[in-house]
């Protein structure tokens, strides 16, 4: 039974690498899915060197984004300006979709997080 093909996005997310470190190790037309389990049960060294540097608290180069209202998850590169976000949720939910911060909380909103959340961090003051 032949696996599936996956993107080469996909592969990217599924060894937690960046979609250009993929491309240069000549992943860039994706691969199969028992081609990815080989790769991970043996590692070659240039996956073997990202994987030792996440592990020294790097960060991860995939987020899993799921929105709070309807489920929905994306996958996202974090960038560097993310706070902490509370919740996630859609940007066409309304506001009080999510739920509510506590009495002694106040919410933020943040746009433009993945393609199209609102971060929602609550800050107790
Ligand atoms: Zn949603």
Redesign the pocket.
Same mark, same amino acid.
């Given at each position: 039974m032949a696996g599936r093909m996956l993107s080469k996005r996909e592969v990217a997310q599924r060894l937690d690498i960046s979609i250009e470190m993929a491309t240069r190790h000549g992943l860039a037309d994706g691969m199969r899915e028992e081609a990815i389990v080989a790769l991970e049960q043996e590692p070659p060294t240039w996956l073997a060197q990202s994987r030792a540097n996440r592990t020294k608290g790097g960060r991860a180069v995939w987020a899993t984004l799921t929105? @709070? @209202?309807?489920?929905?998850t994306e996958s996202a590169r974090p960038k560097k300006w993310w706070p902490e976000f509370t919740y996630l949720?859609?940007r066409?939910?309304a506001p009080q979709d999510a739920p509510a911060p506590a009495a002694n909380q106040h919410r933020t909103e943040i746009d433009g997080v993945g393609s199209?959340f609102v971060g929602l961090v609550d800050v107790t003051f």
């Open positions: 929105c @709070v @209202v309807c489920g929905f949720s859609c066409d939910h199209r």
